[in-house]
Protein backbone atom coordinates (compact mmCIF):
# COMPACT_ATOMS: atom_id res chain seq x y z
CA UNK A 1 0.00 0.00 0.00
CA UNK A 2 2.44 2.51 0.85
CA UNK A 3 4.40 1.51 -2.64
CA UNK A 4 1.45 2.18 -4.76
CA UNK A 5 0.96 5.50 -2.55
CA UNK A 6 4.43 6.57 -3.34
CA UNK A 7 4.37 5.63 -6.99
CA UNK A 8 1.43 7.81 -6.97
CA UNK A 9 2.78 10.61 -5.87
CA UNK A 10 6.10 10.92 -7.59
CA UNK A 11 3.97 10.39 -10.52
CA UNK A 12 1.79 13.95 -9.71
CA UNK A 13 5.30 15.45 -8.65
CA UNK A 14 6.39 14.93 -12.05
CA UNK A 15 3.33 16.27 -13.78
CA UNK A 16 3.02 19.34 -11.64
CA UNK A 17 5.85 21.17 -13.43
CA UNK A 18 3.57 20.23 -16.85
CA UNK A 19 0.79 21.41 -15.60
CA UNK A 20 1.60 24.47 -14.29
CA UNK A 21 2.82 25.57 -17.40
CA UNK A 22 0.14 24.97 -19.37
CA UNK A 23 -2.16 26.21 -16.84
CA UNK A 24 0.65 29.92 -17.24
CA UNK A 25 0.14 29.50 -21.60
CA UNK A 26 -3.39 29.15 -20.53
CA UNK A 27 -3.44 32.10 -18.52
CA UNK A 28 -1.35 34.24 -21.18
CA UNK A 29 -3.57 33.35 -24.12
CA UNK A 30 -1.17 31.22 -25.35
CA UNK A 31 -3.70 28.49 -26.09
CA UNK A 32 -5.99 30.88 -28.28
CA UNK A 33 -3.38 29.87 -31.45
CA UNK A 34 -0.93 26.74 -30.42
CA UNK A 35 -1.75 23.49 -29.12
CA UNK A 36 0.30 21.03 -27.46
CA UNK A 37 -0.10 18.60 -30.20
CA UNK A 38 -2.08 20.27 -33.17
CA UNK A 39 -1.85 22.55 -35.03
CA UNK A 40 -4.39 25.61 -34.29
CA UNK A 41 -3.69 29.10 -36.12
CA UNK A 42 -0.23 28.56 -35.24
CA UNK A 43 2.20 25.61 -35.00
CA UNK A 44 1.84 23.15 -31.67
CA UNK A 45 3.89 23.30 -29.37
CA UNK A 46 5.40 19.69 -30.14
CA UNK A 47 6.29 21.31 -33.69
CA UNK A 48 8.09 24.03 -31.66
CA UNK A 49 10.30 21.86 -29.78
CA UNK A 50 10.62 19.47 -32.74
CA UNK A 51 11.75 22.44 -34.90
CA UNK A 52 14.38 23.66 -32.72
CA UNK A 53 15.61 20.68 -30.81
CA UNK A 54 19.64 20.94 -31.65
CA UNK A 55 19.47 24.56 -31.61
CA UNK A 56 21.12 25.67 -28.45
CA UNK A 57 19.87 29.20 -28.37
CA UNK A 58 16.17 28.60 -28.79
CA UNK A 59 14.92 29.10 -25.66
CA UNK A 60 16.25 32.69 -25.67
CA UNK A 61 15.43 33.08 -29.18
CA UNK A 62 11.61 31.78 -28.78
CA UNK A 63 11.21 33.82 -24.75
CA UNK A 64 12.06 37.29 -27.01
CA UNK A 65 9.19 36.06 -30.12
CA UNK A 66 6.60 35.14 -27.60
CA UNK A 67 7.11 39.03 -25.98
CA UNK A 68 7.81 40.70 -29.22
CA UNK A 69 6.03 38.40 -31.79
CA UNK A 70 7.17 37.55 -35.03
CA UNK A 71 6.70 36.71 -38.52
CA UNK A 72 7.51 34.36 -41.55
CA UNK A 73 9.08 30.99 -39.92
CA UNK A 74 5.59 29.47 -39.74
CA UNK A 75 3.63 30.87 -42.03
CA UNK A 76 2.33 34.28 -43.69
CA UNK A 77 0.37 34.53 -40.37
CA UNK A 78 2.33 36.47 -37.72
CA UNK A 79 2.13 36.27 -34.14
CA UNK A 80 1.65 39.40 -32.51
CA UNK A 81 3.62 40.85 -29.39
CA UNK A 82 2.39 39.73 -25.91
CA UNK A 83 3.62 42.78 -23.85
CA UNK A 84 1.27 41.62 -21.10
CA UNK A 85 4.02 38.16 -20.68
CA UNK A 86 6.95 39.22 -18.21
CA UNK A 87 10.23 38.05 -19.25
CA UNK A 88 10.84 35.62 -17.10
CA UNK A 89 7.27 33.64 -17.50
CA UNK A 90 8.09 33.90 -21.41
CA UNK A 91 11.14 32.06 -20.34
CA UNK A 92 9.06 29.82 -18.10
CA UNK A 93 7.03 29.25 -21.50
CA UNK A 94 10.08 28.77 -23.92
CA UNK A 95 11.22 26.52 -21.74
CA UNK A 96 8.36 23.76 -21.42
CA UNK A 97 7.35 24.65 -25.10
CA UNK A 98 10.99 23.05 -25.55
CA UNK A 99 10.40 19.99 -23.40
CA UNK A 100 7.32 19.24 -25.41
CA UNK A 101 7.71 15.86 -27.01
Same mark, same amino acid.
Given at each position: MKRAFLVAALGLAAAAPALADLALATSKNCMSCHAVDRKVLGP?? $??????? $??? $?? *? *?????? $?IVKGGSGVWGAVPMPANNQVSEADAKKLAAWVLSTK
Open positions: SF $KEVAAKY $KDN $KG *A *ADMLAT $K
